[in-house]
């Protein structure tokens, strides 16, 4: 177990909704990555929190977006939710740094009806 | 094509064989991941490696960084290591934006 937990396990959305999607870091963990995996798919970075502020951002529109609190946990908030969103998403936790290791939690599965 | 390439993408053994899982990339990295992911999704970090070799177990991972390759090697193979192995490099220079191969479906039959 790694110490990354994300809430909710599972979810079921309808297409234009928007949902938030939650992830407690490892402790002493300072940054926060989110992923998204589709179905046969590797996961793709969606971006990553620093310090309560983004911190790189992958090749996904401007609806998917984040927040990272005090405590360095982190939401994932999705608008106007589209069919392809249906997906795992996972978020990754790591100190920040040259090549440090990330700890993932076990995914949100959300599907989109 | 993919920056991260996996083969092969499907591997069924027997119980006690061993295991080979090649990645290989075609950026420039500053470290490279084994995970190991289990149905109903939840990943695990096997290795980070950006030199040489590494061992934990059964478990063996080697890096070629002038070749641009890396295996993923499991000795003794058996049921329980029935799982998506997946690859990742990072070429960020921090650990932000890995970047995953598709990921090599292992079953072990008893």
């Known amino acids: 177990e790694t110490g990354v937990t994300q809430s909710p396990t599972h979810l079921i959305k309808t297409r234009g909704q928007q949902v938030t999607l939650r992830c407690s870091s490892q402790?002493?963990?300072?940054?926060v990555s989110w992923y998204q995996q589709a179905l046969g798919q590797g996961p793709q970075f969606i971006f990553q929190y620093y310090r309560e502020e983004e911190n790189g951002r992958g090749n996904f529109p401007p609806r998917f977006s984040g927040l990272q609190f005090p405590n360095y946990s982190s939401e994932l908030n999705v608008n106007a939710l589209e069919l392809d969103d249906s997906a795992l998403y996972l978020c990754a936790s790591s100190l920040q740094g040259w090549n440090t290791e990330a700890f993932f939690g076990q995914g949100t599965r959300l599907t989109v009806v | 094509k993919n920056e991260v390439e996996q083969s092969p993408q499907n591997l069924t053994a027997q119980e006690g064989e061993f295991i080979t899982i090649n990645c290989s990339y075609s950026v420039g990295i500053s470290a490279l991941h084994w995970l190991q992911q289990h149905p109903g999704g939840g990943i695990v970090s096997l290795f980070m490696?950006?030199?040489g070799k590494k061992k934990h177990g059964r478990l063996i991972a080697t890096i070629n960084i002038q070749e641009k390759h890396s295996s993923l090697h499991i000795t003794a193979s058996h049921p329980r290591d029935s799982a998506v192995y997946i690859c990742a490099v990072n070429s960020g220079g921090s650990n932000y934006k890995l970047t995953f191969g598709k990921g090599t479906l292992l079953t072990v039959n008893p």
């Open positions: 402790s002493g963990h300072n940054t």
């Open positions: 490696l950006s030199s």
